[in-house]
């Protein structure tokens, strides 16, 4: 079974640019999440999807953060425009049901 | 607000020296408690859930359980692959099944 996919795998970007990040999830679930994890922390949910609609957005940054999940399969979360306190790993999981997510490798997205 | 402490932040243990990692949680109703295993450079990997004090589950040298107010994550006789940092999460009621994260134990089990 394949596993969650993301790209690109690293990106470097200047304060204020733009940036998006792409996830394809395990096929068939229906949920998929957008983490946030900062340097020695755990991971912070930004958005949920169930299929194409948004379940829980209440920690994501709406000025700067996006995020859309067309046809319920793959996902883009995209930031505009970027700040130095961006800088950290993009994780995006899938699941099928309540009792496991599946995580992919993840972005790491430095901001200079 | 969900509050979950993960402590030590940081173990290191001899090959064979078993120990024991803990995840005091705060919630109003605890639906479900995670444990994930997080190595340098990848996404956590699901390793156990836990829904009710008592609860005791195992895989391979590695056991959880589940008291009303903390997790314990028991390992016994660590070996080197075991190495890496092991996240607690937990999911409250009403909550959308969103999983709030703790900052995690890094354990490093040398040969």
């Known amino acids: 079974e394949a596993g969650v996919a993301q790209s690109p795998r690293y990106k470097i970007i200047e304060k204020r640019q733009s940036v998006a990040f792409w996830c394809n999830p395990i096929s068939g679930h229906a949920t998929l999440y957008w983490y946030q994890q900062i340097l020695g922390q755990g991971p912070k949910l930004l958005i949920q999807f169930q299929n194409n609609g948004v379940v829980d957005d209440s920690q994501l940054p709406k000025d700067r953060f996006s995020a859309e999940r067309l046809k319920g399969v793959d996902s883009t979360l995209k930031i505009q425009p970027a700040k130095l306190e961006d800088s950290a790993v993009y994780l995006c999981a899938s699941s099928a049901s309540y009792n496991e997510q599946f995580f992919g490798p993840g972005t790491r997205l430095t901001v200079l | 607000e969900d509050q979950v402490t993960q402590s030590p932040e940081a173990l290191r243990l001899q090959e064979g020296e078993s120990s024991s990692l803990n995840c005091s949680y705060t919630?109003?109703?605890?639906?479900?408690l995670f444990w994930y295993r997080q190595d340098p450079g990848k996404g956590p990997e699901f390793l156990f859930t836990?829904?009710?004090a008592g609860e005791e589950k195992e895989k391979e040298r590695l056991k959880a359980t589940l008291t009303k107010k903390e997790s314990f994550l028991h390992i016994t006789a660590p070996k080197p692959e075991d190495s890496a940092t092991y996240l607690c999460?937990?999911?409250?009621?009403?909550?959308?099944?969103?999983?709030?994260f703790g900052k995690g134990t890094l354990l490093t089990v040398n040969p």
């Open positions: 919630v109003s109703g605890l639906r479900g």
């Open positions: 836990l829904y009710s």
């Open positions: 999460a937990v999911d409250a009621e009403g909550s959308n099944y969103k999983l709030t």
